[in-house]
C-alpha cells in the first residue's frame, strides 16, 4: 500500500513529422562516429523499420494511442527515479525538513 498517492495530469502535444533521410541523418550527428553510423546498413534497415512502425501507427488511432501512452509512462518513470536518487540533496529539501 503506498504511503501516499498523488495525481498527475499532463498534457501535451506532438507534431508527428515524416522520417526523411535528412532527419535520419540529423538524428545522428552528435555521435563522434556519425559518418560510420550514417553508412552502416543497419542503420538504414533501422530507419526503414521506424518507418513502417511510424506508416502502421498513423494507420491505427488505438495503437498510437497506446504507443504514446507507453512512451509517455516511461518518461515519467524516469523522473520519478530522478526525483528520488535527488531527495534529501537540495537546498530547497532542506528548506521543507526545516518547517517540519
Not at 495525481?7 to 556519425?34: C, G, M, P, Q
Not at 513502417?52 to 507507453?70: G, H, I, M
Not at 523522473?79 to 537546498?91: K, P
Request: net charge negative.
Amino acid at each position: 500500500m503506498p504511503l501516499k498517492r498523488y495525481k498527475v495530469t499532463i498534457e501535451f502535444v506532438l507534431d508527428i513529422e515524416d522520417l526523411t533521410d535528412e532527419r535520419a541523418t540529423e538524428a545522428v550527428r552528435h555521435y563522434s562516429n556519425f559518418a560510420e553510423i550514417t553508412r552502416s546498413p543497419e542503420h538504414w534497415q533501422h530507419v526503414e523499420r521506424q518507418r513502417r512502425l511510424l506508416d502502421a501507427l498513423l494507420r491505427d488511432e488505438d495503437a498510437l494511442q497506446e504507443y504514446v501512452r507507453n512512451e509517455a509512462a516511461g518518461l515519467v518513470e524516469l523522473e520519478v527515479g530522478a526525483v528520488t536518487d535527488r531527495l534529501g540533496t537540495t537546498d530547497r529539501d532542506e528548506e521543507i525538513l526545516a518547517r517540519s
